[in-house]
């Protein structure tokens, strides 16, 4: 699979992985909410695999950058609507 399409599928898949977090954990901290949505969404595009296969060559980066979208979307989510329900 080449690094574009893992990317994606991660973008993808972030709002769903977000928002079942938040299900799970409730109103609790908000590290361990977005450890845990990071844990799933590295777990669903196989970034051990991604890894291995030379198409992500550092996989600490790509979790930080990971992180800083997760931040991002949170950001986005807590301003809309979507919070208020």
Do not use: Y
């Amino acid at each position: 699979m080449d690094f574009l399409k893992i990317f994606l599928r991660a973008l993808a898949f972030l709002p769903a992985a977000l928002h079942g977090t938040e299900a799970m954990l409730g109103q609790g901290g908000g590290e361990h909410k977005k450890k845990a949505a990071l844990e799933i969404v590295g777990a669903a595009i196989n970034i051990t695999d991604a890894v291995t296969s030379k198409q992500i060559v550092d996989a600490d980066r790509f979790t930080a950058g990971l992180s800083a979208i997760v931040d991002g979307v949170v950001e986005c989510l807590n301003a809309s609507v979507w919070a208020k329900g």
